[in-house]
């Protein structure tokens, strides 16, 4: 009777190990598969300001301070406006101007630089076919490690 309970008392012991190990590997493997998800939406998101950067045909730096440039614009505006109805004049004015510029970059990046796009005129290809390539990949781990 003794052996038995011993037995029983072993197998339960062993079955509430092995539930909790298969717990943890799932916690961390889940852990895991979220940081390996994050990372390939950081490295898309710095592969595609890069090619944001050449298709406005500026380095990396060169388009941070360009970005820089114009939210100062924006500031000098608003702070020269003098009703509320010349503020909302001001923001309605950027943010128009900003979708047309995210339009037409974000068109070009989806492109890659392949091809014309919106009737635009034949222009040296900016997007490098390397990173072109480097987009592709990124969208894929994305597309794997997000699963």
Same mark, same amino acid.
Do not use: N
């Given at each position: 009777?003794?052996?038995?309970?011993?037995?029983?008392?072993?197998?339960?012991?062993?079955?509430?190990?092995?539930?909790?190990?298969?717990n943890?590997?799932?916690?961390?493997?889940n852990?895991?598969? *979220? =940081?390996?998800?994050? %990372?390939?939406?950081? /490295?898309l998101? #710095?592969? +595609?300001? !890069?090619?944001? $950067?050449?298709? @406005?045909?500026?380095?990396?730096?060169?388009?941070?301070?360009?970005?820089?440039?114009?939210?100062?614009?924006?500031?000098?505006?608003?702070?020269?406006?003098?009703?509320? *109805? =010349?503020?909302?004049? %001001?923001?309605?004015? /950027?943010?128009? #101007?900003v +979708?047309? !510029?995210?339009a $037409?970059?974000? @068109?070009?990046?989806?492109?890659?630089?392949?091809?014309?796009?919106?009737?635009?005129?034949?222009?040296?290809?900016?997007?490098?076919?390397?990173?072109?390539?480097?987009?592709?990949?990124?969208?894929?781990?994305?597309?794997?490690?997000?699963?």
């Open positions: 009777m003794k052996g038995r309970l011993i037995g029983a008392t072993v197998i339960v012991a062993f079955a509430g190990a092995l539930a909790y190990g298969l943890t590997w799932e916690a961390s493997k852990r895991r598969q *979220e =940081e390996l998800c994050k %990372v390939a939406q950081e /490295h998101k #710095t592969v +595609e300001i !890069q090619a944001r $950067a050449m298709a @406005a045909g500026l380095s990396v730096e060169g388009y941070a301070e360009a970005e820089k440039a114009e939210v100062g614009k924006l500031i000098h505006a608003l702070d020269t406006a003098q009703t509320k *109805e =010349e503020v909302e004049a %001001v923001i309605t004015k /950027h943010s128009a #101007t +979708e047309a !510029q995210v $037409a970059t974000d @068109a070009e990046v989806k492109s890659r630089g392949d091809q014309p796009f919106l009737g635009q005129q034949f222009k040296e290809q900016r997007i490098t076919t390397d990173v072109k390539q480097e987009i592709q990949r990124a969208e894929k781990a994305v597309t794997t490690a997000c699963e």
